[in-house]
């Protein structure tokens, strides 16, 4: 059951650089979608969220990308900063109340 | 800030054996849930808990899995007979309400199942 989709395993960008890490979801029941921040032994971290009315959500360094007919989302992050290397999971939900995670990506930012 | 507490945060068990993994939500959070991560694998839904019962679950949580809200401020997870393949980080979240949001996040307990 693959209902949200990160088909990058890891990213690698240059400190100062735009990284952008992609999501595509098959649910068309989801109308709402998020992106979590996780460091290795603790719990995620809620970043960004975009509903389904939206088509952009911007929040300081982080925006989010989200287009509805091609089913997919973006977390663009700029500048990218030595601390933003994570991994980063997008969610989203539905009619129920439970997230749905994708795979993950994991970031690395080089300074 | 207030934030969802999770104990252990390791605990190692024999197969075959009873787990308990404890959790304190937020306290004004009305929807809890718990999901796991096994090592190098997606974050995987297992329960949502609502009004004092079960409101959604998977296919994972099967009859060896129960949770409780036994004193309204823990909210625990049951394995009751371990094995290999539970090992895993579970983690505890809550949410204030149904309407979207996002979830809040423990810090995960470490279960490994020898």
């Known amino acids: 059951d693959q209902q949200v989709k990160q088909n990058s395993p890891s990213l690698s960008v240059q400190e100062g650089r735009i990284s952008i890490l992609n999501c595509d979801y098959t649910n068309s029941m989801f109308d709402y979608f998020l992106w979590y921040k996780k460091y290795p032994a603790e719990g995620p971290t809620f970043l960004i969220s975009i509903s389904s009315i939206k088509d952009k959500n911007e929040d300081g360094r982080f925006t ?43 970031l690395r930012v080089k300074s | 800030e207030p934030e969802v507490t999770q104990t252990p945060s390791h605990q190692v068990t024999q197969m075959g054996q009873e787990v308990i993994l404890r959790c304190v939500p937020i306290s004004n959070h009305l929807y809890f849930y718990w999901y796991r991560q096994i090592l190098g694998q997606k974050v995987e839904f297992l329960v949502s808990f609502y009004n004092n019962e079960i409101s959604e679950k998977s296919e994972i949580f099967d009859d060896q899995f129960s949770v409780e809200r036994p004193d309204g401020s823990n909210f625990t997870l049951k394995i009751r007979s371990t094995k290999l393949e539970d090992s895993a980080m579970y983690f505890c979240a809550s949410r204030p309400n149904r309407v979207n949001g996002e979830l809040f996040f423990g810090e995960g307990s470490r279960l490994t199942v020898l």
């Open chain 1, 64 to 106: 989010v990308f989200l287009n509805k007919s091609a089913k997919h989302l973006s977390l663009h992050i700029v500048p990218s900063q030595p601390g933003d290397s994570a991994v980063y999971f997008c969610a989203a939900s539905g009619l129920g109340n439970k997230l749905v995670f994708g795979a993950g990506t994991i």
